[in-house]
């Protein structure tokens, strides 16, 4: 299963993808949950403390590779996704592995 959440800000993301994340993990489901936010805080809502979050490796600029298949680009990784999580993926209560995208590199123009 693959569940994506979104919303606009303050409407309780972070929240609501931490809890369903929890209680997949505790019913012996494999949980990765990915952390793009450009406020990260799901690692806080995963039950991780400030100084674990701290020490959560982002995931690397060009990990990620744009490819054209008939005539649209799709996203994938570099590498596979079992070593991506054992070398980046922090893990959290509940049996969930934490992802964190990165953090933006700053304003650029345009």
């Known amino acids: 299963m693959k569940l994506s959440v979104s919303g606009k800000g303050g409407s309780g993301k972070t929240t609501i993808s931490g809890t369903l994340a929890r209680l ?10 990915i952390d793009a936010d450009t406020n990260p805080n799901l690692a806080l809502t995963l039950g991780l403390g400030a100084a674990q979050f701290e020490d959560t490796p982002p995931l690397p600029h ?14 994938s990784l570099s590498r596979p996704v079992a070593e991506v999580t054992a070398q980046f993926g922090k893990q ?6 934490l992802i964190m995208v990165g953090s933006v590199r700053g304003a650029a123009s345009g």
Do not use: F
């Not at 060009?62 to 996203?75: I, R, S």
């Open 62 to 75: 060009g990990l990620m590779q744009h490819k054209q298949v008939d005539g649209e680009t799709v996203l």
């Open 24 to 33: 997949a993990g505790r019913q012996g489901r494999q949980v990765i949950a």
């Open 92 to 97: 959290c209560p509940d049996d969930v592995r």
